[in-house]
């Protein structure tokens, strides 16, 4: 167990809806990433956040957003869904901003 | 452009052999590169960290080494079992973004 914990661990929504996955970092860390994973493109970087604020951007869609709270646990919230959001949806945590990152089990995203 | 790569998709061995994955990156200055395991269906879980500093680092049966001027990583796991088989993932980090994984190698090895 990593101590970091996401939900739902699966979600079946339809295209064009909107879905918010949850992260709850584990105890002490001040950094948040996300990370998509589909078959053919690997573990793809979508956004970092480091104690509140957002600390780097990849290749995050404007239908994608993200936030960190103040009590560090972040939400990515996906809307407009497409066929090709369907994907594995990871988010790690790590102590600063360069460290060892720890992994969520994921949420699996299903767009039918 | 930036980009990570790992030398194969797949690699299969045998029981006892040494498993030798590679990571190359053009296009960055990493301040350190990091090893991480992934089991079908789960999260990545972190091997080994190596610093730009360093030329080695070993954990139980890994081995990590980092070589600037060829810009390489590479991963030996020794004595390989049947439970070392799954994806390996190459991650690096340079300042000003985050942590950037490479597509992974699958390791095989067969009993």
């Known amino acids: 167990d990593s101590g970091v914990t996401q939900t739902p661990k699966h979600l079946i929504t339809a295209t064009g809806q909107r879905v918010t996955l949850r992260c709850s970092p584990r105890s002490g860390d001040l950094s948040v990433y996300w990370y998509q994973q589909s078959l053919d493109q690997g573990l793809q970087f979508l956004i970092q956040y480091y104690n509140g604020e957002e600390r780097a951007k990849g290749n995050i869609l404007e239908r994608f957003s993200a936030q960190q709270f103040p009590d560090l646990h972040s939400e990515l919230n996906l809307s407009s869904l497409e066929l090709g959001d369907s994907a594995l949806y990871f988010c790690?945590?790590?102590?600063?901003?360069?460290?060892?990152?720890?992994f969520g089990q994921g949420t699996r995203l299903t767009v039918v | 452009s930036q980009k990570i790569e790992q030398n194969s998709e797949a690699l299969n061995i045998q029981e006892g052999k040494t498993a030798t994955l590679t990571c190359n990156y053009t296009n960055y200055s990493p301040a350190y590169l990091q090893w991480y395991r992934q089991d079908p269906g789960r999260g990545p879980v972190f091997l080994l960290l190596i610093r730009e500093n360093e030329k080695e680092k070993r954990k139980e049966r890994l081995k990590v080494t980092f070589d600037t001027t060829l810009k390489q990583s590479l991963f030996h796991i020794t004595a390989s079992q049947p439970a070392d088989s799954a994806t390996y993932l190459c991650a690096l980090y340079q300042a000003g973004t985050a942590l950037i994984f490479g597509k992974g190698t699958t390791l095989s090895v067969s009993s």
């Open positions: 790690a945590s790590s102590v600063g901003v360069s460290s060892e990152a720890f």
